[in-house]
């Protein structure tokens, strides 16, 4: 069917690694983990966290590179083509990707709504961060501007995804540095608020007996939600590489980064929250509202704050291209839907259903709703996307793919792609192949039970 001529490459292996960073830097480190590692006990969390990263969260990385690769092809595709039988795990995929990009848009609004709020109105936010936040959420009324902002953040992405990546991948290269080295400079300031120690020590007291099958299955599901993995958006993208391409030192490079992101956005956040007494219940104000104290702190605040949600939007429209992509991609090149269409029908129902994200927070006031049964409690609508994704069709996608290459294709073949047929060397390619085969499937499906039976309480 698709043929591998007419498919573009990856100009450099340069602009790979920017891509698939950009795919896997974004909301996740930035809005998500630090709430998390907050909610989850603080020093534990990051060391379960870290060795999750570290054993599972790179193995599955190669698993999906050489699987895309391999075959060049979209994850539908690509799995099917590997194994007639499996080309469903893809579509599983694409699923998870389409949910996630409902709420993904809509927090990807709060971004240019925040940019617009310090360009125009930086007093306001700083007068009472916390009201402000939960102001733009519906708190006095009908939040019309923030669900404004995140159907212009829908359509920035699908008009990125219309007009092919190029652009994205050559301003990727000037402003994903820029973020790091903005993090380093805020994560300084905010370690060195008044107050902010305790907040350092949190991060740094490791009490395991915070960790629970909850804090763990939370933990997974960050790995793989901010590694991008899990729903073969990194099986798309090795998918546009060549066999000159080193998947091996790539994977490293990636992992390393994302995580460094998540580690600063974490001692930039959590310090500021001890510093302000800003401690939002709800993982969304993090990045918002609690920031503000640490650029009130600082010289220049307003440029400052402006400059970094100008980058935090642009870490999130480089990951949700990501994902609409992977989605459009499937419905074009396997459903055979031309490209615009599908883009306009896709956006139109994200836009609809993720709304309701927005709306829950505050404004319907979903998000203490709980259903309670036999003890074990449901989220309802608010954060139930996330729980959905982040806890159990990712962690599914990533047991699936792992099984896939132990046991369907055979890590074998895995390690040849990986390889590039023996040009690069892969000293640990058997504890890959260990991994891929035992561990990764074992652990990763264990702790989806677990958390279904015992973690469905919110801690
Ligand atoms: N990794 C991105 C983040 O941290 C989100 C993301 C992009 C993603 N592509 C994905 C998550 C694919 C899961 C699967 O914000």
Redesign the pocket.
């Known amino acids: 069917m698709s043929t591998t001529e007419n498919r573009a490459e990856f100009g450099s292996t340069l602009g790979f690694i920017l891509s698939a960073a950009g ?11 630090p709430g998390k590692a907050y909610a989850c006990g603080g020093g534990a969390f990051l060391i379960i966290y870290l060795i999750i990263v570290a054993l599972v969260g790179t193995t599955v990385m190669m698993a999906e590179f050489t699987i895309g690769r391999k075959t060049h092809k979209n994850a539908v595709g690509a799995l099917r083509e590997l194994n007639s039988k499996w080309g469903w795990v893809g579509g599983l ?1 694409i699923l ?2 389409f949910i ?1 990009l409902c709420y ?1 848009c809509q927090v990807g609004g709060w971004t240019l709504y925040y940019i617009a709020a310090y360009i125009t109105d930086v007093q306001t936010v700083w007068a009472d961060p916390m009201a402000y936040f939960l102001g733009m959420l519906g708190a006095n009324g009908f939040p019309l501007a923030a669900i404004i902002w995140a159907l212009v953040f829908l359509f920035l992405t699908a008009f990125i995804i219309s007009h092919g990546t190029a652009g994205i991948e050559k301003m990727s290269k000037i402003l994903m540095p820029v973020l790091f080295i903005l993090l380093i400079g805020l994560m300084i300031r905010a370690c060195t608020l008044p107050g902010a120690d305790e907040g350092v020590k949190y991060m740094l007291h490791v009490d395991f007996s915070t960790i629970n099958t909850t804090a763990i299955l939370t933990a997974l599901g960050q790995a ?11 099986i798309t993208y090795a998918s546009y590489l060549s066999s000159d391409d080193n998947l091996i030192s790539n994977t490293g490079i990636i992992c390393v980064l ?1 995580t460094c992101v998540a580690l600063f956005a974490g001692f930039m956040i959590i310090p500021a929250v001890f510093a302000t007494g800003i401690a939002p219940g709800m993982g969304g104000g993090f990045a918002f509202a609690t920031l503000a104290g640490v650029f009130m702190a600082i010289p220049g605040g307003q440029f400052m704050g402006l400059l970094f949600y100008f980058l935090l939007f642009f ?2 429209v480089t ?2 291209t ?2 609409l992509e ?1 989605t459009v991609s499937f419905l074009v090149e396997e459903k055979g839907m031309e490209r615009k269409k599908t883009l306009v029908i896709v956006s139109c129902i994200m836009f609809v259903i993720g709304v309701f994200y927005t709306l829950s927070q505050v404004f319907m006031n979903l998000k203490g709703i709980w259903i309670s049964k036999d003890g074990l409690q449901f989220p309802i609508f608010g954060d139930f996307l996330e729980y959905l ?1 982040d806890r159990l069709l ?1 962690p599914l ?1 990533a047991f699936f793919t792992t099984f896939f290459v132990g046991w369907i294709w055979g890590t074998d073949k895995s390690i040849e792609e990986a390889t590039s047929d023996g040009k690069f060397k892969f000293g640990l390619a058997p504890v890959y192949a260990f991994m891929v085969k035992f561990i990764d499937p074992i652990v990763i499906g264990v702790i989806i039970v677990a958390g279904m039976v015992f973690g469905m309480a919110i801690s």
Do not use: E, Q
Not at 23 to 33: E, H, M, P
Not at 224 to 234: D, K, Q, W
């Open positions: 795919s896997a830097v974004g909301l996740g480190n930035i809005w998500k983990f995929g998870t990707g996630i993904y793989f939600f901010s590694l991008s993995l899990g729903m073969g958006v990194m994302d870490a999130a990951s949700s990501s994902i992977g994704t990712l996608g």
